[in-house]
């Protein structure tokens, strides 16, 4: 009896790891056995970039391939067919929404009435939109704020050390959430610091999250994270604001042009009437999640890149110069900065946030036309780094060339074309199509913005002159060098 016994349980152990699976017949970069594919997960962690490469090389005339990661397998389309075929497959086929809900458990960070009902993405969409060019001279102030206190200027000759990524980052929370919150708590130290922690507590959930069944996340992540006192936090800050200006509205007898003109007096005009203080934090502290990750870490990689390219410096200032002489501190001049955009636009072709773009889960079963079949719950992306340096779409790909779109925008006659905020399957920083980042233009001028400011009032080096801080990958993200310092001082020609 003991033996048999002992025999079944073999046959089930043995069964239940080496059952067919779904995702069995799709090719696997890396190991793919029960055990031996969590190798390839950690291996993923630290050679990510390099694992999508090599999926890419392997099937370069349009395939399919998966990775193993911590707590999935992602699918990853290459060619430009098959991206096509999963861009345009409808939401409620393939689901951006699904997907960000699973890869960072935006369920638990932000909570179903958030994401289900994403007012504030909508408001991105338009409402912002259409007001870069009223906000960008009160952007303008706050850079002279921000950079004011965090870059501080004397007559001194003498180079200052500040940390890169640290510096881009409260400047980016000081001057996005004037538009996001306005003054005075766009400044408040200690709103700052909330926005830039609760930034990497999302982040951190994923891992933490990773092995979890979903209905343990409220109760390990209630006492093993900091998300819940965070938005406590964030609920305090925001409530005087929003006192005041409920009491203003019932001053001009519900009057909304009475309130200041920014994302969270749009909220309060859009969001359901029993929106709550909690809900409302969540939606600000999602926006700054998904505006302020991408544009500090831009900003940083920018700096990096002119600082160690100092022969850039002198005809994007020129640019910038030219602009402002003519149309002053706004949209207008922002939009003018053509070689600006291009060198923007070259720093993320190296630098896109994600090796890999179209993220979605499928909510049906599909089958693409070269006969793959995806099943129902599968993670699924396109190939996007490898893409940005392939050598036939972008000649000489390695090379860092900030007149690369500059030369395009002239060839063609037509700047459109080839500026920062447009998409494509051969450009797919901000995604493609209908989900492509609604942000991505307000995003663009922010960061012309701050760089114009910067090169006009300021020198920048490196601590090695010439040596880019070498960046840091984890999975499929990469980051600027965290640890690294820029020199500064005030412009001297």
């Not at 704020?145 to 870059?151: A, I, L, P, T, V």
């Not at 840091?472 to 001297?492: C, D, H, M, T």
Request: hydrophobic share 45%.
């Amino acid at each position: 009896m003991c033996l048999l016994t002992s025999s079944a349980f073999k046959d089930t152990l043995i069964w239940v790891l080496w059952k067919p699976r779904p995702l069995d017949a799709i090719p696997t970069v890396g190991a793919s056995g029960p055990l031996t594919s969590y190798v390839s997960a950690i291996r993923f962690m630290f050679h990510g970039r390099d694992m999508i490469q090599q999926g890419y090389r392997r099937f370069y005339d349009g395939g399919v391939f998966k990775i193993p990661m911590i707590d999935r397998y992602m699918v990853v389309v290459v060619g430009r067919k098959l991206s096509e075929e999963l861009r345009a497959a409808p939401e409620g086929v393939f689901s951006l929404t699904q997907a960000l809900v699973d890869m960072l458990h935006f369920d638990f960070a932000f909570g179903k009435k958030v994401y289900l009902n994403p007012v504030h993405t909508h408001l991105i969409k338009t409402k912002m939109t259409k007001a870069i060019a009223a906000f960008t001279p009160d952007l303008y102030n706050e850079c002279i704020q921000g950079f004011e206190k965090y870059m501080p200027l004397d007559d001194s000759k003498e180079w200052k050390a500040v940390p890169c990524l640290p510096t881009c980052s409260r400047l980016s929370v000081i001057i996005i959430n004037r538009i996001l919150v306005g003054d005075p708590l766009c400044r408040d130290p200690e709103y700052i610091k909330l926005i830039l922690q609760f930034i990497v507590d999302v982040f951190k959930s994923r891992m933490l999250f990773a092995l979890l069944p979903r209905s343990l996340k409220p109760i390990v992540g209630r006492f093993a994270t900091n998300i819940p006192s965070q938005v406590h936090l964030g609920m305090r800050l925001l409530k005087p604001i929003l006192d005041e200006r409920t009491k203003i509205l019932e001053g001009s007898d519900g009057e909304w042009s009475a309130l200041p003109d920014d994302m969270l007096s749009w909220l309060m005009a859009s969001v359901p009437r029993d929106e709550t203080l909690e809900t409302m934090t969540r939606r600000l502290l999602a926006v700054n999640v998904a505006a302020i990750h991408s544009i500090r870490h831009t900003f940083s990689h920018s700096i990096f890149y002119l600082a160690v390219n100092q022969e850039l410096i002198p005809p994007i200032r020129k640019e910038v110069e030219e602009a402002i002489a003519e149309d002053g501190w706004t949209k207008t001049a922002m939009s003018k900065l053509y070689l600006l955009d291009s060198f923007l636009k070259e720093v993320l072709r190296f630098n896109k946030d994600r090796a890999w773009s179209l993220n979605r889960k499928a909510l049906k079963d599909f089958t693409f036309s070269d006969g793959t079949f995806i099943p129902k719950g599968t993670s699924i992306a396109a190939c996007a780094t490898p893409v940005h340096m392939d050598g036939s779409v972008y000649p000489d790909p390695a090379k860092f060339d900030a007149y690369r779109f500059y030369r395009l925008m002239e060839r063609d006659n037509d700047a459109s074309r080839h500026l920062l905020v447009k998409t494509s399957l051969e450009y797919l920083t901000f995604g493609h199509g209908s989900h492509a980042c609604p942000g991505r233009f307000f995003a663009a001028n922010q960061l012309k913005l701050m760089l114009s400011y910067l090169l006009l009032n300021y020198d920048i080096e490196l601590e090695t002159p010439g040596v880019m801080p070498e960046r840091v990958w984890f999975e499929e993200s990469v980051l600027p060098n965290p640890r690294a310092n820029i020199l500064y001082r005030k412009r001297q020609a």
